[in-house]
């Protein structure tokens, strides 16, 4: 009985990524149970399109924990979200892009060091596919969870992809 419980919780704990890189998000952004410190822009504009509070922190999370530098939502880029780091850029793209949303994503999921986030990809059929070909296509890590899929384009990254 003990041993089956310690395994369980062992599974859970490290929910059985193998990629120091991916554990670190995993631990990090997608576990970190504490209130962000301070409301951002990003979190407040993410918020106020009516994003979910739970993708809406878990993005601001991953943002500050990768240290990007710039943040773009819709092929638009944030006043007041630039940071001073030289980390990877952030791309937002939300279900009000599904016009569109072929072409911007396929430029978007292959520039060089980006991070994709495609949020609500089960929201219609086609929107579905359309990040399901994103992933089968991408040539690096990519994780599916809270609601989003992360797309990152940094160099010695595994191909793989994580469902949590």
Not at 14 to 21: A, I, K, Q, T
Request: with cysteine; proline share 4%; hydrophobic share 35%.
């Amino acid at each position: 009985m003990r041993t089956k419980a310690k395994i369980r919780i062992r599974h859970y704990r490290g929910r059985g990524v193998h990629s120091p890189f991916a554990y670190g998000i995993v631990r990090n952004v997608r576990m970190d149970a504490k209130p962000l410190p301070d409301v951002s822009p990003l979190y407040s504009y993410l918020h106020e399109t009516g994003m979910a509070d739970k993708t809406a922190s878990f993005i601001q999370r991953l943002f500050t924990y990768m240290e990007c530098s710039e943040c773009e939502i819709d092929g638009k880029i944030l006043d007041g979200i630039v940071a001073d780091t030289e980390g990877p850029g952030m791309t937002i793209l939300t279900p009000a892009m599904d016009e569109c949303i072929s072409t911007e994503m396929q430029i978007a999921a292959h520039s060089d060091k980006r991070i994709v986030v495609l949020t609500e990809p089960r929201k219609t059929l086609r929107r579905n596919k359309m990040c399901c070909a994103i992933v089968s296509g991408h040539r690096g890590l990519s994780i599916d969870c809270c609601g989003t899929i992360v797309v990152f384009n940094t160099s010695g990254l595994n191909d793989q992809h994580i469902k949590l």
